[in-house]
């Protein structure tokens, strides 16, 4: 099989639409989401956007005949990220998404990420304190065990370790076998978080990767 011809740069304000629909098609265990979200805006402005948004130079795609078809995004600081995340970028979404009204259980997939979108305090975990640092990784199933992850990965570490971050943490949902042996294979261990639901939460230094 021939190795698509994509090359990594930093992420610009021109691939957001580009940006959307890798998460939007990636977002479901890695991957379509559309039949789950009448919205294919929601997903990204909760896990794509507002890292692209407040903190670029952290974001980095995989760009293959003039279009992105991966990337990797994420926050040197968790806490700094939540609190700008509550003042900057949510005011701008309320109109759109109203906030759920509490108490009641998620009936569908969308009230549950709206939920989510409102409570950016549920990043704030103490057993991820030794993990300033977290990311998300999306890429298109077309240019999948190609490389190109891991590439993002190392350059989306090696951009934290030169920023003096030690580690950094994500999560992913648990039933996701093929995205947990990806990161397995670039050093991710298991955090212990109690009740973490669906999701299992990895972290690791921002020193070099395993060798392939």
């Known amino acids: 099989m021939t190795r ?26 890695g991957g379509d989401s559309r039949h789950l979200y009448p919205d294919p805006d929601l997903l990204p402005n909760i896990f794509a956007a507002p890292y692209a948004v407040l903190e670029p130079e952290l974001a980095f795609v995989v760009e293959d005949e003039g279009r992105a078809v991966g990337y990797i995004l994420g926050t040197a600081d968790t806490a700094s990220f939540v609190a700008r995340y509550r003042t900057e970028w949510l005011p701008g979404l309320t109109g759109r998404y109203p906030a759920p009204v509490q108490p009641q259980d998620p009936a569908t997939p969308a009230e549950m990420m709206t939920g989510l979108m409102h409570d950016p305090e ?16 999306d890429l298109l199933p077309s240019h999948q065990r190609y490389g190109y992850g891991r590439a993002l990965m ?20 648990t039933s996701n ?3 947990r042996a990806f990161y397995d294979r670039v050093g991710f261990h298991e955090i212990a978080v109690p009740d973490p639901g669906p999701v299992t939460y990895l972290g690791r230094s921002t020193a070099a990767t395993p060798p392939r």
């Open 4 to 29: 698509p011809a994509g090359i990594l740069r930093p992420y610009r304000p021109e691939d957001r639409d580009a940006l959307f629909d890798i998460c939007v098609r990636t977002g479901h265990e």
């Open 122 to 137: 549920r990043m704030m975990l103490p057993e991820l304190d030794g993990y300033p640092a977290h990311l998300h990784i």
């Open 154 to 173: 190392e350059t989306f570490l090696d951009a934290l370790h030169a920023r003096g971050v030690p580690a950094v943490h994500l999560s992913m949902a």
């Open 177 to 179: 076998t093929p995205a």
